[in-house]
């Protein structure tokens, strides 16, 4: 079973720094794709960046110079480094995974391939 586990956020002031981290623990044999994504109350959820496991990364076009995204492949963990924050940013942000997990079932290797995601971290920005 894989879980994706969210910290950080909380409380930040306009023109400051936040940090988002990710873990994904479990019979995880690879990683692909990690992102974080946002989603406002009666909105759609939406892409804030993406990191594919050689590094190359994607952002919104909202966040570009002001948000970065990285990650550590040894941990398993990808984070989101949120500077100049606005009050707009404020919202629950969600990671996702693109996980190739494992299972041994008597011996036999089983894998399976799936998205998952993270229960959400909550960022709030004001003065």
């Known amino acids: 079973q894989v879980q994706l586990v969210e910290s950080g956020g909380g409380l930040g002031q306009p023109g400051g720094s936040l940090r988002l981290s990710c873990a994904a623990s479990?019979?995880?044999?690879?990683?692909?794709?990690m992102g974080w994504y946002r989603q406002a109350p009666g909105r759609q959820r939406e892409l804030v960046a993406s990191?594919?496991?050689?590094?190359?990364?994607r952002y919104a076009d909202a966040v570009k110079g002001r948000l970065t995204i990285s990650r550590d492949n040894a941990k398993n963990t990808v984070i989101l480094q949120m500077n100049s924050l606005k009050p707009e940013s404020t919202t629950l942000y969600y990671c996702?995974?693109?996980?190739?997990?494992?299972?041994?079932?008597?011996?036999?290797?089983?894998?399976?391939?799936?998205?998952?995601w993270g229960h959400g971290a909550q960022v709030a920005v004001s003065s």
């Open positions: 990191v594919t496991s050689a590094g190359t990364t």
């Open positions: 996702d995974a693109d996980v190739t997990a494992y299972r041994d079932v008597e011996d036999i290797f089983h894998f399976h391939a799936a998205l998952y």
């Open positions: 479990g019979s995880i044999l690879s990683i692909g794709d």
